[in-house]
């Protein structure tokens, strides 16, 4: 079973985000859910970005940093919404990691990706957020430096729709979405050769 760090969205430390390790723990992964933001959450999304800003993205990754002492270089890195921008900022040092696990957000910068990482991503289609073109550039360049990349799209749902707190929230698209999460985290072998499933 794999190590994950998963990252919260722009909202923080929420339910959502502690109910979410526990169901990839009751699969028998070992999960870490930092809490990037130090106690605080948001209650809306404008609130979150602007606790986000006022918190400063340098405190943020380096609370995530922090996070990922002592775990295993091959550590699964899991975002939730700002959550994937984390993963991607860390990337660049974990490039060991089994794989990419991303929710309603894009990221990893392609030229940090090695060859063969595996990347799941699960995105509201269409996201306002993230685009749909800007999905497809994001996934055309990772796979072509060489990534296993899968693309899961949920359509007519809202950006955040695993969260059940929000409004954004629709169950059986989550549902969908948390089975082929834990399809892929049990896929993984721990050398990253994009065995995963789709």
């Given at each position: 079973m794999a190590t994950i760090a998963l990252f919260h969205?722009?909202?923080?430390?929420?339910?959502a985000v502690l109910d979410a390790a526990e169901r990839l723990r009751h699969a028998g992964h070992v999960v870490v859910a930092p809490d990037?933001?130090?106690?605080s959450v948001a209650d809306a999304l404008d609130e979150g970005f602007a606790l986000s800003e006022r918190i400063g993205w340098e405190t943020i990754m380096r609370r995530a940093r922090q996070a990922l002492a002592g775990l295993p270089d091959a550590t699964v890195l899991a975002g939730l919404s700002m959550g994937t921008g984390v993963v991607?900022?860390?990337?660049?040092?974990?490039?060991?990691?089994?794989?990419?696990?991303?929710?309603?957000g894009i990221g990893a910068d392609p030229a940090a990706a090695r060859p063969g990482l595996p990347v799941h991503?699960?995105?509201?289609?269409?996201?306002?957020?993230?685009?749909?073109?800007?999905?497809?550039?994001?996934?055309?360049?990772?796979?072509?430096?060489?990534?296993?990349?899968?693309?899961?799209?949920?359509?007519?749902?809202?950006?955040?729709?695993?969260?059940?707190?929000?409004?954004?929230?629709?169950?059986?698209?989550?549902d969908l979405a948390w089975r082929r999460s834990l399809d892929f985290l049990a896929a993984l072998d721990g050398d990253g050769d994009g065995s995963a499933p789709r």
């Open positions: 969205s722009v909202y923080g430390l929420r339910p990037l933001y130090g106690g991607g900022d860390l990337l660049p040092d974990r490039r060991e990691t089994a794989g990419l696990l991303l929710l309603h991503l699960h995105i509201a289609d269409p996201d306002a957020l993230f685009p749909p073109a800007t999905v497809t550039g994001w996934r055309d360049a990772l796979t072509d430096g060489g990534a296993a990349v899968w693309v899961h799209t949920y359509p007519a749902v809202g950006h955040l729709f695993t969260d059940p707190d929000t409004s954004d929230y629709d169950a059986p698209a989550a």
